[in-house]
């Protein structure tokens, strides 16, 4: 009958129950810890006597690994489980106290390794016994939960960051939109609530990350365009979520660079490459993500991405050196770097910037103003800056022969 509700119910608060579940697990022989994760399951754990009546200290040890009466809340909550140890693992990582995770891991570190080894298989065979649903089944539960429109804002945030978790191994990302997660997630981007539109575009960015597949999934729905858009938002943590998803999405991809510009992707990151009031890790990742986009038409030999090459834009980047942010400093230099290495880039157009008087001043800069605890790193900087400010003079000089 518990069984049968397990089923029936939503996945919610993983965490606790497998914090339980393994805790019982790597303490206990596994008849013991069978009955008593059961137990758990079956709605029990708030019984005491029912782990006590082992009559020995592990029932004990149970108790000591999960004090509080934590039971309850799992037997109020317990709605399934995790097809892989891996998933199962996240979900503990993800969802329980640091302080017990060490006080659990000092007790796994006096187990030896054919112990441990004898322990993931009892754990494997458990799940079985417990019938753990899939990490499939996890994401269509989720999925159903986005596609059901009266679902409470609470319940739909829950459902994207369970989705968050189940989406980073690239099985499960490439299963998504087999069961309509995309759509759901992407339509989720509009979502009125900006906590919401922010996990969603998480979410998206987790599933295209290194996987062209996925990507091209997304880029075929049309979401970049909404993407580009969140940029503009003025919300940090909205517009840093959706730079990256952004850049997952269209990293070593050319279908995506090139939806990027004509979705004017350009003019969002000009845009907040120039706003004086925007938090600067926006700007360093906006930077970061130019150089990257840098570095694949070096790599690949591709062109395209013409706003790369464009004065103004290179004019926006220049700029930046003039912040007093190491940092920032830093990666605009290697942005500069790549861009000057482009064949695209016109040395005239970094002259017309002043690259030159720009990069002296830095290096006053650099040696006058770090404070001592930033000796190193400006020294750092001040290496990079020299080796910009000699790309920039072989540059000059190649385009000067070119002219000639
Ligand atoms: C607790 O467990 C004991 C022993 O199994 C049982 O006799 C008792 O009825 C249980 N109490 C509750 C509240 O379930
Ligand atoms: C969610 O809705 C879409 C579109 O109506 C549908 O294709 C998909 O199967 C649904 N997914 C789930 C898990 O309910
Ligand atoms: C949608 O969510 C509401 C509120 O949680 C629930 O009552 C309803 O049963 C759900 N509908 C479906 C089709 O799951």
Redesign the pocket.
Known sequence: MAMARVHAKRSRHHGLLVVVVLSAILLLPVAAATAAAVAVAEG?GD?R??LG?TGNEEGKMVSGAEPGGGGLVVEDEFAGGFGSLDSMLQWAIGNSDPEKLKENAADVQKLSTDELLKRRMEIKELMEKLKMPSDADLMKIAIADLNNSSISLEDRQRALQELLVLVEPIDNANDLDKVGGLVAVIKDLNNENEEIRTTSAWVLGKASQNNAFVQNQILGYGALARLVKMGYATSTEEVAKALYAISALIRDNVNGQDAFCSEDGNAMLQYILVSNNIDIRLQKKAVFLVTDLADFQLNSGKSGLPFLSDRLFLKSLVAMLSRFDLDLQEKVLLAIKSLLKLPSTDAADFESCNLDSVLYRLGVQLEELASEEQKEYAGEVDDLRREVQMLFQSKLREGTRTAL
């Open positions: 029990e019984n006597s029912s009546a």
